[in-house]
């Protein structure tokens, strides 16, 4: 990173002492809530990725602190989070201890801030090496795990103040209003927006067909099924072009569902001459630290990633997130897309590509959430969201702008299979007519463009996409939708295509040209 931008990033980010209005006013609520509510009570509070999350907390430590004769805990549920927490804190002068696996505590007494990692503190309370009589304020940081509910029990006395951007859990079987008593709703997204704290997302969003996709026991998509998707040449190479029609030469995060599928993502990106570094959990601390400072310094730089940027990473330069991913989880849209929405002086907007249905599922992000709905009512919410089949019944291929200059001559490039198959049924046809219709109006719009059956086969050729679509709208009408029979209809409709138009092309240009074609 240059010097101006190094400089530019610390202006943009404020931290000590000097908090927002609305960061000022969400501390006085929670201590409102905190001086009229029993010692044990539960209150939650949610405020947008970027909105400052770590900044008010460690504010509300420092005044818990300074008022109150008791001692106060941070959980995270990753090492990394640990150590950030730590430093903002010492940044708001609270002096703190981080209770990690090799932490020494014998001079726990010394403390009055401690900091963990969720799973450690649990082996550290149970092996009874952690005092934890006098701690009277316990603040959980993205407290939309469950992995932290293991640790109520303990601390039974204590205020408990979960954080988080989505209070949506992470598992359905266990709400959050199992846990808590109460929501506070911070700033909007869009609030953040207007007022210059959030940069705005332009999102670009590509349907897929996502019915091959397997749901796990957690309710999310399997990893399996996943990457059988999105390691497809297709994909990547829908992938590729999307990053060059709307990002190419900014810096990008992309986010997978899978080990494999990030390698081979790396793979297609390293091939066509761009800069990209691949990240997983599999990799130790020091490469994982060099990985991300080669990100933050290279210009133009891609970084493609599984399982490890979506909390905890903070890299204002990101000016495109790429969602290689479809995902049935709220808090990780949000968390994923959040990650470009840092704002610097030179950064107002950021750019979003969607290659997994997220926008048709769970809507912009920045929309406007009843959190507080979502909170009470979870169950509600989610039997709302519309299954992978109901989106794509919805779906209406557009071609891109670049490709359909190329097909200018033809006023109509739209083939409605849904309502041609509904047509020919209630006529008594064969389903079958609805493919040889739509391969001949495929074969027209490329006849209309071309001076010779070579420029039409070049034409055919970028139909891909919409053949694709055309196919699985059928399959979905007739009721076959096997993985093999697809993959077998999409090749003989190519193969067909291209017959038609060795066989037809003089005699189709002739009657829509008026004139035979140029020898």
């Given at each position: 990173?240059?010097?101006?931008?190094?400089?530019?990033?610390?202006?943009?980010?404020?931290?000590?002492?000097?908090?927002?209005?609305?960061?000022?006013?969400?501390?006085?609520?929670?201590?409102?809530?905190?001086?009229?509510?029993?010692?044990?009570?539960?209150?939650?509070?949610?405020?947008?990725?970027?909105?400052?999350?770590?900044?008010?907390?460690?504010?509300?430590?420092?005044?818990?602190?300074?008022?109150?004769?008791?001692?106060?805990?941070?959980?995270?549920?990753?090492?990394?989070?640990?150590?950030?927490?730590?430093?903002?804190?010492?940044?708001?002068?609270?002096?703190?201890?981080?209770?990690?696996?090799?932490?020494?505590?014998?001079?726990?007494?010394?403390?009055?801030?401690?900091?963990a990692m969720v799973e450690t503190l649990n082996n550290r309370l149970n092996d009874d090496k952690f005092d934890i009589s006098d701690i009277g304020l316990v603040i959980i940081d993205e407290a939309h795990y469950n992995s932290f509910t293991k640790l109520f029990d303990f601390f039974s006395k204590s205020f408990i103040l979960g954080v988080t951007a989505t209070p949506l859990s992470s598992n359905i079987k266990l709400p959050m209003k199992d846990n808590y008593n109460e929501l506070i709703v911070g700033e909007t997204i869009e609030s953040l927006i207007e007022n210059e704290f959030l940069a705005r997302a332009e999102i670009f969003s590509y349907n897929v067909g996502l019915t091959s996709l397997e749901v796990g026991a957690?309710?999310?998509?399997?990893?399996?099924?996943?990457?059988?998707?999105?390691?497809?040449?297709?994909?990547?190479?829908?992938?590729?072009?999307?990053?060059?029609?709307?990002?190419?030469?900014?810096?990008?995060?992309?986010?997978?569902?899978?080990?494999?599928?990030?390698?081979?993502?790396?793979?297609?990106?390293?091939?066509?001459?761009?800069?990209?570094?691949?990240?997983?959990?599999?990799?130790?601390?020091?490469?994982?630290?060099?990985?991300?400072?080669?990100?933050?310094?290279?210009?133009?730089?891609?970084?493609?990633?599984?399982?490890?940027?979506?909390?905890?990473?903070?890299?204002?330069?990101?000016?495109?997130?790429?969602?290689?991913?479809?995902?049935?989880?709220?808090?990780?849209?949000?968390?994923?897309?959040?990650?470009?929405?840092?704002?610097?002086?030179?950064?107002?907007?950021?750019?979003?590509?969607?290659?997994?249905?997220?926008?048709?599922?769970?809507?912009?992000?920045?929309?406007?959430?009843?959190?507080?709905?979502?909170?009470?009512?979870?169950?509600?919410?989610?039997?709302?969201?519309?299954?992978?089949?109901?989106?794509?019944?919805?779906?209406?291929?557009?071609?891109?702008?670049?490709?359909?200059?190329?097909?200018?001559?033809?006023?109509?490039?739209?083939?409605?299979?849904?309502?041609?198959?509904?047509?020919?049924?209630?006529?008594?046809?064969?389903?079958?007519?609805?493919?040889?219709?739509?391969?001949?109006?495929?074969?027209?719009?490329?006849?209309?463009?071309?001076?010779?059956?070579?420029?039409?086969?070049?034409?055919?050729?970028?139909?891909?996409?919409?053949?694709?679509?055309?196919?699985?709208?059928?399959?979905?009408?007739?009721?076959?939708?096997?993985?093999?029979?697809?993959?077998?209809?999409?090749?003989?409709?190519?193969?067909?295509?291209?017959?038609?138009?060795?066989?037809?092309?003089?005699?189709?240009?002739?009657?829509?040209?008026?004139?035979?074609?140029?020898?």
């Amino acid at each position: 990173m240059s010097v101006s931008e190094k400089t530019l990033e610390l202006e943009e980010r404020k931290v000590g002492k000097d908090l927002y209005s609305y960061q000022k006013a969400a501390i006085s609520k929670i201590f409102k809530s905190f001086d009229e509510a029993p010692d044990d009570y539960h209150l939650l509070y949610q405020l947008p990725t970027g909105g400052g999350k770590t900044v008010i907390f460690s504010e509300l430590v420092r005044q818990y602190l300074k008022h109150h004769k008791k001692k106060a805990l941070v959980l995270t549920h990753r090492i990394e989070l640990c150590k950030q927490t730590s430093n903002m804190l010492t940044e708001f002068e609270v002096t703190n201890k981080v209770v990690d696996s090799k932490a020494n505590l014998d001079d726990q007494n010394n403390y009055s801030c401690f900091v963990a990692m969720v799973e450690t503190l649990n082996n550290r309370l149970n092996d009874d090496k952690f005092d934890i009589s006098d701690i009277g304020l316990v603040i959980i940081d993205e407290a939309h795990y469950n992995s932290f509910t293991k640790l109520f029990d303990f601390f039974s006395k204590s205020f408990i103040l979960g954080v988080t951007a989505t209070p949506l859990s992470s598992n359905i079987k266990l709400p959050m209003k199992d846990n808590y008593n109460e929501l506070i709703v911070g700033e909007t997204i869009e609030s953040l927006i207007e007022n210059e704290f959030l940069a705005r997302a332009e999102i670009f969003s590509y349907n897929v067909g996502l019915t091959s996709l397997e749901v796990g026991a957690n309710g999310d998509y399997t990893v399996k099924s996943s990457e059988d998707l999105y390691t497809n040449n297709e994909m990547l190479g829908k992938l590729v072009n999307a990053y060059e029609l709307h990002s190419k030469g900014k810096k990008t995060l992309i986010f997978n569902n899978g080990i494999n599928t990030s390698i081979q993502v790396y793979q297609s990106f390293k091939a066509a001459g761009y800069p990209i570094a691949h990240l997983d959990n599999t990799y130790s601390k020091k490469d994982r630290k060099m990985v991300l400072k080669w990100f933050k310094d290279t210009p133009h730089a891609i970084l493609t990633s599984v399982s490890i940027l979506t909390t905890g990473f903070d890299e204002p330069t990101v000016n495109t997130i790429i969602l290689n991913r479809a995902t049935k989880s709220l808090g990780l849209y949000y968390q994923m897309i959040g990650r470009g929405s840092r704002i610097l002086k030179n950064k107002a907007t950021f750019t979003v590509i969607d290659l997994g249905n997220n926008m048709h599922r769970f809507g912009p992000w920045g929309a406007d959430l009843d959190w507080q709905q979502i909170f009470k009512s979870p169950n509600y919410y989610l039997d709302k969201i519309l299954s992978d089949e109901e989106l794509e019944s919805n779906f209406k291929y557009e071609m891109p702008s670049e490709l359909r200059k190329e097909f200018s001559k033809s006023q109509e490039v739209y083939f409605d299979i849904k309502k041609m198959y509904i047509e020919s049924v209630s006529k008594g046809e064969s389903s079958k007519v609805v493919l040889e219709r739509s391969l001949k109006q495929h074969a027209k719009i490329c006849i209309e463009n071309s001076e010779d059956v070579y420029d039409a086969f070049e034409l055919s050729k970028k139909l891909g996409d919409d053949i694709d679509y055309r196919i699985e709208r059928y399959t979905k009408c007739i009721c076959r939708s096997t993985h093999n029979f697809v993959t077998w209809l999409k090749e003989d409709y190519r193969t067909k295509l291209r017959l038609y138009l060795r066989d037809n092309f003089d005699r189709d240009f002739e009657v829509i040209h008026g004139r035979p074609p140029e020898e």
